[in-house]
T-cell receptor
């Protein structure tokens, strides 16, 4: 079982609030990812990182930002949440191959 | 643009049936194809395939890749209600700035009735 953790698992917040979704992995993986998935829809890559101080935008445009100051930690921040940000956010990391291991996800609802 | 298409989009069967899920892809610099099972939470890893014609097997699940025809199948024999989930196919490419990124298909929703 992969060791990748996300907090919070569920969050309901008001419009305009700033939130940070935490993601940590203990496998020493250099590559980490954030995916966004609406219910019943495809997974879309929104951010990825190949190592410390490396971050890139993914395939789906997102107003969120990420940082990678430590190998094990890859937080995602929304400066001003809106209802359109309501979704599930999945953090993942991968080993030297392409096997991606996912965290359990953070369900965000913005009201 | 890399593309992964899964079929069928949904499937309803009864316990004991055998199902075959399909995944076709178009990707530059193919590296690997992965299958995931997603229940209510995050996807869990099932198989990674890199070579054509070599079947990977885990219990009642098996998968094989055809790199010439650009597709993979996931077979589940003697299905159980616990197999009900969304099955995701993802393809990874190699080289350049895309290394390590996966492109996911839309998933196949499998429902197994008792």
């Amino acid at each position: 079982e992969a060791d990748i953790y996300q907090t919070p698992r569920y969050l309901v917040i008001g419009t305009g609030k700033k939130i940070t979704l935490e993601c940590s992995q203990t496998m020493g993986h250099d590559k980490m990812y954030w995916y966004q998935q609406d219910p019943g829809m495809e997974l879309h890559l929104i951010h990825y990182s190949y190592g410390v101080n490396s971050t890139e935008k993914g395939d789906l445009s997102s107003e969120s930002t990420v940082s990678r100051i430590r190998t094990e930690h890859f937080p995602l921040t929304l400066e001003s949440a809106r209802p359109s940000h309501t979704s599930q956010y999945l953090c993942a990391s991968s080993d030297l191959g392409n096997t991606i291991y996912f965290g359990e996800g953070s369900w965000l609802t913005v009201v | 643009e890399d593309k992964v298409v899964q079929s069928p989009l949904s499937l309803v069967v009864h316990e004991g049936d055998t199902v075959t899920l399909n995944c076709s892809y178009e990707v530059t610099n193919f590296r690997s194809l992965l299958w995931y099972k997603q229940e209510k939470k995050a996807p869990t890893f099932l198989f990674m395939l890199t070579s054509s014609g070599i079947e990977k097997k885990s219990g009642r699940l098996s998968s094989i890749l055809d790199k010439k025809e650009l597709f993979s199948i996931l077979n589940i024999t003697a299905t159980q209600t616990g197999d009900s989930a969304v099955y995701l196919c993802a393809v990874g490419n190699a080289g350049g700035t895309s290394y390590g990124k996966l492109t996911f298909g839309q998933g196949t929703i499998l429902t197994v009735h008792p």
